[in-house]
């Protein structure tokens, strides 16, 4: 699962991994027990210190058409189009570093195990346009 959370200025959060030093959105596995909300929530609160509200589920897609590096599981990722309702940033256990990007100014050194390029493009996509339909693979 990973959050696509904007800022009112339509910038979007990103989260430098402590794992490979590269950036992605937060988020990561489901925790048992717990709502998509209220894992995503969760995710992005604990990796950026922000706090955000789930406003709607942008795609899933089979974790191997989308280009990631082969693994030995199966996984559909889950992309929700979170709004930004307060904290402040905050790196973790997970994370070194918090950012708020502009889609022309996004880094170019993204983590590829946890997010493809034109995962963030098409999230952009999706918060400019608000009635586009979930993607599904």
């Given at each position: 699962?990973r959050?696509?959370?904007?800022r ?130």
């Open positions: 699962m959050g696509a959370v904007f009112d200025d339509g910038r979007l959060l990103l989260v430098r991994e402590r794992h490979d030093d590269r950036w992605a959105l937060p988020g990561g596995w489901a925790d048992v027990h717990q709502t998509p909300r209220e894992n995503i929530e969760r995710e992005v609160r604990e990796e950026s210190g922000f706090e955000c509200r789930v406003r709607k589920l942008a795609a899933v897609w089979d974790r191997t058409r989308q280009g990631h590096p082969p693994q030995p599981f199966f996984a559909y990722k889950m992309f929700f189009l979170c709004a930004l309702t307060g904290g402040a940033a905050k790196p973790s256990i997970e994370t070194s570093e918090i950012g708020f990007f502009a889609e022309a100014e996004l880094p170019p050194d993204i983590s590829l195990g946890r997010v493809q390029p034109h995962q963030p493009a098409r999230m952009f996509a999706h918060h400019r346009a608000p009635d586009l339909p979930t993607d599904v693979d």
